[in-house]
């Protein structure tokens, strides 16, 4: 394959925004200025870098007042991670909490319904449906997170 070129075949040419030109040897142009293509993957880069750092410390700040309210009304530190997931994403379902803090079904319901049953979670649906929103007594804690 090598010996009769076909291993070229298919390959793009070389982008015009990279200074060649369409022409028949792909001959570089150096009058074409790359500026404006860097400056712009720069700022996509730079914007993209800080919706991350915003999200990152959304989530630190959400987890660091969950684990204080956890303290405060008695919970185990495993249900903070149904809490965040809820606050963060607006809802959060049995398996995947069960996933993420690695519980049978049975301990995975069991504390869903006790934060179903002390407000803290709302449940929505039936059986496999089932998911959960944020209740009422952390609708208030959603709304400073959300507002930040």
Not at 3 to 9: A, D, G, P, Q, V
Not at 71 to 89: K, M, N, P
Not at 92 to 118: F, I, K, M, P
Request: proline letters at 4%.
């Amino acid at each position: 394959m090598a010996r009769h070129s076909t291993l070229n075949e298919g390959l793009p040419k070389p982008s015009p925004m990279l200074g060649h030109s369409d022409g028949p040897a792909g001959v570089y142009s150096p009058g074409r200025d790359l500026r404006p293509r860097i400056e712009l993957n720069l700022r996509a880069y730079h914007e993209q870098t800080q919706r991350v750092q915003h999200r990152v410390d959304r989530s630190n700040t959400a987890w660091q007042a969950l684990e204080d309210l956890a303290a405060q009304l008695g919970l185990r530190e495993r249900q903070i991670t149904a809490l965040h997931d809820a606050v963060l994403t607006g809802r959060v379902r049995r398996l995947r909490y069960e996933h993420a803090e690695n519980l049978t079904t049975q301990q995975s319901g069991r504390d869903l319904t006790d934060l179903t049953t002390r407000g803290l979670l709302t449940a929505h649906g039936q059986t496999k449906g089932r998911y959960y929103t944020v209740g009422r007594r952390l609708g208030v804690f959603e709304s400073c997170m959300t507002s930040h």
